[in-house]
Nanobody, 118 residues
């Protein structure tokens, strides 16, 4: 199962985007016990965990996005979202969603490019 993030695009600094990631192909009983997260990657930097929701709903954020980004999941629609506000040029990256199961299996897939211009 590959995950396909969408919603990226080109915005000016200060703008906003909402990324989406359908996780419908992961069975609910597994998804409900999994952590879901958003990572980003650029050619110059290592992959960075941007935001995560644990299986019990605890959210964590990278310091660089705290207060600007919000991760959420809709179990009924089986979707994961990343709302990004007050975007900065340094947020430019390819963003991927990820699901980490209790068995430590990681679902990953195609990312979506976010470009923020100054």
């Amino acid at each position: 199962v590959q995950l396909q993030a969408s919603g990226g695009g080109s915005v000016q600094a200060g703008g906003s985007l909402r990324l989406s990631c359908p996780v419908s192909r992961i069975i609910t009983s597994v998804l409900s016990r999994s952590a879901v997260g958003w990572y980003r990657q650029t050619p110059e930097k290592q992959r960075e965990l941007v935001a995560e929701i644990s299986s019990d709903g605890v959210t964590t954020y990278a310091d660089s996005v705290q207060g600007r980004f919000t991760i959420s999941r809709d179990m009924a629609k089986k979707m994961v979202y990343l709302q990004m506000l007050s975007l900065k040029p340094e947020d430019t990256a390819v963003y991927h969603c990820s699901v980490q199961t209790p068995q430590n299996y990681n679902y990953w897939g195609q990312g979506t490019l976010v470009t923020v211009s100054s």
